[in-house]
């Protein structure tokens, strides 16, 4: 039995899903689909039958596909996932590990790294500053800067693994946030 279903929002990206969904694994996922004129859901139907597909007429942004995505799971945990990314063979079990090990935490990041400069960190981890803007801390530096467990304010949507039981307390992903910070 998983622990842990992948929900991937998607708006025209069926060029990122021909990249992203082979790196998965046999782990559960979701695809919400957000009015994509493309070939993103005749792809995923003809391709990826096992994926679980959720059609919008619109585009209802990252945070409501998300949580459209995250009512349908049925596992203790979910993995939000940008479509533009790709996982490492061990990522999601290592995000389990972290999660399994404290039942006070809330959500655990991956350490993401910039598609086309793999070196060189993308998020790992969301912080504001005293003025309230968000940021990616460490962005830009090489990979290696991050290479341990640490505490952080917040979790970057692209890759996070959030324990439903407190998504549920919270009433999930604020939907007034279409994408974005």
């Known amino acids: 039995m998983h622990k842990t279903t992948v929900v991937i929002p ?7 899903l ?5 790196t998965l694994g046999d782990v559960p996922v979701i695809v919400v689909d957000n009015g994509s004129t493309d070939d993103s859901v005749s ?3 003809e391709n990826y039958p096992r994926v679980q597909l959720i059609e919008n007429d619109t585009n209802r942004g990252f945070c409501g ?3 459209q995505g995250i009512r349908a799971v049925a596992t203790p945990y979910v993995f939000l996932l940008n479509n533009d990314t ?6 999601i079990e290592k995000l389990e590990a972290c999660m399994d090990s404290d039942p006070t935490v809330f959500s655990v990041q991956a350490k993401m790294l910039q598609m086309a400069h793999p070196e060189l960190i993308d998020d790992a ?7 309230g803007w968000a940021y990616a801390r460490w962005k830009g530096k ?3 800067r991050c290479r341990k467990r640490e505490e952080i ?5 692209g890759a996070v693994l959030y324990r439903i039981e407190y998504l549920k307390i919270t009433g999930g992903l604020d939907e007034n946030h279409f994408a974005y910070l």
């Open 43 to 45: 792809f995923l139907e």
């Open 10 to 16: 998607n708006y025209n990206g069926c060029h990122f």
């Open 125 to 131: 981890g969301d912080f504001y500053c005293a003025l």
């Open 18 to 22: 021909r990249e992203c969904l082979p």
């Open 142 to 144: 090489p990979a290696e």
């Open 65 to 67: 596909a998300s949580n």
């Open 153 to 157: 304010y917040a979790s970057c949507g």
């Open 86 to 91: 790709k996982l490492e063979k061990d990522c």
